[in-house]
């Protein structure tokens, strides 16, 4: 297989040579990295990269995943990292607009017609900034003779990935993992990997976030070694029966077995360390348990977040482990009766906020620290919820909200604004996904990247089909996806507001943003079809959240109003040098000659950039207190 | 705080009126239409005379409903202001005006147990609104300030409205009882009732400049100055003035900046080192709004009708 650079311009063209997607289970060893939370299996590659930024792909070094390519005038880059932020490429913050606007003229592929395909719109842009990653490393002594893999954690907005000047594939979703096999080409001293980066492709037509567009690797890489046996993808279904007393739970496991007899054993223990289930057998390519009974379960919600732990080992025949996958689950029911939305039988109410990931001094590539500190701030502030707007989140992100009771819209990453909003008005005549059948698949894999990684998850009670994207008939197929995959979440969608033609068939709930007190009261007064969220409101930009009451007194009025997530948790604007002072100042669109931007738009958090809370938090903790 | 048995001191000047007592001196000008001297304890609390203010740095939510477009007569109204009466009340009775050459009748020996000078502005909106500030010192050397805005329904709808006073030198930090944090009418539940003590005069750090730091529910508030402007003051200590609320609590904001120079920065580095005190008292805030910030106006019961009249008063005394 070779890398075709055409692949940027085709819709078609969104994977190659990537593993499947999978669940997010970590694996060690043995119980003392379990404890230490070490996995011996695991070699990062973050650290200091050779790069080389080419403004656009016409200039790029074309062979310099070659093991003779003379990289000697490449410089340095740290991953994970944004281009931008490290100096190679313009920083840009735009809303809506695609960030081409007003600089170039462009239409989705096939939007304007079955044979306008749009070739070269982006292998040949003089705008589409290319970065040139090289990676030299030698592999663990205790990898030599195992599968390894490689995962990218997160990459914007394309990527091709060579090792040893071998082509492995290609990957766009810019906030799932992607993963290639190295086992084929990996050698035991230096290994040379490749990764080309491109800002744009057809992807950019769906990662229209309002956000500082950066591109680049900016989440973990590593390699990842697997034992002789093991886990490939499991699927935990805790599920509550009717009392609400008992579980009843399922665990599905692929595992890759090797040549030589393996054995299973799955463990559940409870937070005390008492052993309630435990069971052993011949280790196959599916596992299914199913129907094992938990009486008198603790239930898992926001007040008490009650987390059962798995732990699955598999091992030789002669009892030595090789494998140990632990996971913890809970049981909680989040279902719609009578058109009302109930989490473990009873009202959910959302104190939620919408969180960007986002630190001042490095965007979008934020820590465990940061994430820590933002759980600390939600739960301080009685907020219970929060949408992952809107792309996924690094995955421990998801692993801290269970552990923590946060209830978790979980969204797709997916918006395209600007192909349906412009000046304010709905004008979807160049709408992507939309309908056209050569956007479906690109969706669809979006949609499962997100299912199978984070499928375990008890705090996600809602999968999200992404963000003001309008509605078509490819939405329709991700929220069928949903639908026909995982019967123990709700599928939120808030554009089908935009286009009511798909009202029966795109999600669940009536979800509106930014709309008033009055508006909702009318909606709920009117013979309403669906329970009622607000996917945004109270937009929280400089001085702002005022009238939060009129919004909480409608919890009181209509049962079937279940709150809302607050635009939103954090400023997004970045940490500089002042030009004139040297002081550390924080800065937002416009202030890097960007145009056209949108200015201080991005400052709606009720946290500044710096992870300060803004004065609006303590109203916040307030009412969000009176019905936590 | 004064020996209440004392009687002030009335000077009768030839363009201001002075008005002391052993710890205090007043000098409430003619010309310049305010009081243009409030010492305690020999230190001086005005940079120029206070006068009524109108606006609000624009929020993001005014910027986005057109809120500050539509009052834009009031950031005028801030910045100048006509004034059309001065008058002057002794022990409750109200005497010639004693300027020039009707003052030829006093000897500098004039003592009093109250005395009172009002001001009446007239803004320069189209139409025009007047307001009285009257200023009520007893022996004791406190002032009443007693403000009215009289309503003019044909202006729109009002960002502020309070006394401005602008102070010398940079305070050192603001204490008062109250509610906690920055709340304003439509955000102050999640306000706890208590005693704060602020270092400085913090700006809340907006990504754009705009109205900040206001406190709704205020008892009474003190100023704390560690400075002052004259070159032969030599003592070190901090010093204070206090306001206390008279019937019903008062709103303030306490911020080294105006209205005027918070609206034209873009970012929050571009603001001048603090330099002096501007305390806003407000007798009407208007609320911050929040539905959007592209075209939500504020809830209708957090507006401020032109046409309502606005009465407030506060009391000013040494510490």
């Known amino acids: ?628 | 705080m004064e020996n209440t048995n004392e009687k002030l001191r009335i000077i009768y000047g030839d363009g201001s009126l002075g008005i002391s007592g052993s710890s205090f001196h007043y000098i409430f000008s003619y010309g310049r239409g305010g009081l243009e001297s409030l010492v305690i304890n020999g230190r001086e609390w005005l940079y120029r005379e206070p006068k009524p203010t109108f606006w609000r740095a624009t929020t993001d939510n005014d910027r986005g409903n057109g809120f500050s477009k539509k009052s834009l007569q009031w950031l005028g109204a801030d910045m100048f202001i006509d004034i059309k009466n001065i008058s002057v009340r002794v022990n409750d009775k109200l005497i010639e005006f004693p300027g020039p050459p009707a003052n030829n009748k006093y000897t500098g020996n004039e003592y009093a147990d109250k005395a009172e000078v009002a001001y009446e502005y007239q803004t320069i909106t189209i139409p025009a609104a007047s307001v009285k500030v009257r200023y009520i010192v007893r022996s004791d050397g406190s002032i009443t300030v007693n403000v009215h805005y009289a309503g003019n329904s044909s202006l729109p709808d009002l960002p502020a409205m309070g006394m401005r006073f602008i102070m010398p030198t940079a305070a050192a930090g603001y204490e008062y009882e109250g509610l906690s944090g920055e709340t304003y009418p439509d955000r102050m539940a999640g306000g706890v009732s208590g005693r704060y003590k602020i270092e400085g005069m913090p700006v809340t750090p907006y990504l754009t400049p705009q109205d900040c730091g206001v406190h709704m529910d205020t008892d009474w508030l003190e100023i704390i100055r560690g400075t002052t402007k004259n070159n032969a003051e030599n003592r070190k200590e901090n010093f204070r003035i206090k306001i206390c609320s008279i019937d019903k609590p008062f709103a303030f904001s306490c911020l080294p900046y105006t209205a005027e120079e918070l609206e034209n920065a873009t970012h929050i580095e571009e603001l001048p080192p603090p330099r002096r005190t501007v305390l806003s008292i407000l007798g009407a805030v208007r609320g911050v709004g929040g539905i959007d910030s592209w075209g939500q106006d504020v809830e209708t019961k957090y507006h401020i009708p032109a046409g309502r009249d606005i009465r407030f008063s506060f009391m000013i005394t040494g510490v």
């Open chain 1, 1 to 628: 297989m070779q890398a075709d650079i055409n692949w940027l311009d085709d819709p078609e063209v969104f994977r190659t040579g990537q593993l499947l997607p999978h669940s997010d289970h970590r694996f060690y060893k043995n119980y003392d990295e379990v404890k230490n939370e070490k996995s011996s299996f695991v070699q990062t590659l973050n650290g200091s990269w050779q790069f080389h930024f080419s403004k656009n792909p016409m200039t790029r070094p074309e062979k310099f995943f070659a093991e003779n390519f003379d990289s000697s005038s490449f410089g340095i880059i740290k991953v994970p990292g944004h281009i931008e932020l490290a100096g190679y490429d313009k920083i840009h913050y735009i809303n809506t607009l695609y960030p081409w606007e007003g600089h170039f003229y462009r239409r989705p592929a096939y939007s304007m017609g079955p044979d306008k395909k749009e070739e070269g719109m982006f292998s040949k842009a003089e705008d589409n900034p290319v970065g040139s990653y090289i990676k030299k490393f030698a592999l663990k002594p205790e990898f030599f003779g195992k599968k390894v893999r490689i995962r990218f954690d997160g990459v914007e907005e394309a990527m091709f990935v060579w090792l040893n000047g071998n082509f492995l594939g290609y990957a766009e979703d810019s906030f799932t993992p992607s993963e290639f096999d190295l086992t084929p080409y990996i050698k035991k001293g230096e290994n040379k990997l490749a990764v080309e980066v491109f800002k744009r492709s057809t992807a950019a037509f769906l990662e229209d976030q309002d956000f500082f567009r950066f591109f680049g690797i900016f989440r973990d890489v590593k390699l990842i070694a697997q034992p002789e046996v093991h886990v490939e993808d499991l699927l935990i279904e805790p599920k509550v029966t009717d009392n609400f007393q008992d579980g009843d739970l399922n665990i599905h496991c692929k595992i890759s077995v090797g040549d030589a007899a393996a054995g299973v054993r799955f463990i559940v223990k409870d937070r005390d360390d008492k052993i309630l289930y435990e069971k052993e057998q011949q280790a196959g390519n599916n596992i299914k348990i199913d129907g094992v009974v938990f009486k008198q379960v603790h239930l898992w919600d926001n007040a008490a977040p009650y987390l059962y732990r798995l732990f699955i080992e598999l091992f030789r025949a002669d009892g030595t482990l090789l494998e140990i996958v632990p996971y913890e689950f809970g049981f909680r029911r989040i279902e719609i009766k009578d058109k009302l939305i109930l989490l473990n039988g009873k009202r959910l109410i959302i104190n939620g906020v919408n969180r960007h990931e986002w630190s001042a001094e490095t965007g979008r590539a934020i820590t465990y620290q940061d994430m820590k500190r933002d759980v600390d701030i939600i739960k301080n502030n009685n907020i219970n919820a929060v949408r992952t707007c809107h792309y996924p989140d690094q995955d421990i992100w998801y692993r801290l909200c269970d552990e923590h009771g946060i209830y978790v819209m979980a969204e797709n990453n997916l918006e395209s604004h600007g192909s349906w909003q412009k000046a304010g008005e709905v004008e979807p005549s160049y709408n992507v996904p939309g309908s056209l059948p050569e956007w479906r698949a690109v969706v669809l894999d979006r949609a499962k990247n997100n299912y199978e990684l984070l499928k375990n998850h008890p705090s996600i009670i809602f999968w999200s089909l992404g963000n003001e994207s309008y509605a078509g008939d490819n939405i329709e197929a991700m929220n069928k996806y949903y639908k026909q995959t995982d019967s123990s979440r709700l599928v939120h969608y808030e554009g089908v507001v935009r286009n009511r033609k798909y009202d029966g068939v795109i999600s669940d709930v009536e979800s509106r943003m930014y709309a008033s007190p009055d508006e909702i009261a009318d909606y709920l007064s009117n013979d309403p079809q669906k329970p009622f969220i607000l996917c945004e409101y109270m937009h929280n930009m400089g001085n702002s959240l005022g009238g939060m009451s009129s919004y909480i007194q409608l919890i009181d009025r209509f049962p079937m109003y279940h709150g809302g997530f607050i635009w939103d948790f954090i400023d997004q604007a970045l940490l500089v040098e002042d030009e004139l002072t040297g002081q550390k100042v924080l800065r937002y669109g416009g202030d890097f000659d960007d145009r056209p931007s949108d200015y201080e738009f991005s400052g709606d958090g009720l946290l500044f950039a710096n992870r300060t809370e803004k004065p609006a938090m303590q109203e916040v903790r307030y009412y969000y207190g009176k019905y936590k």
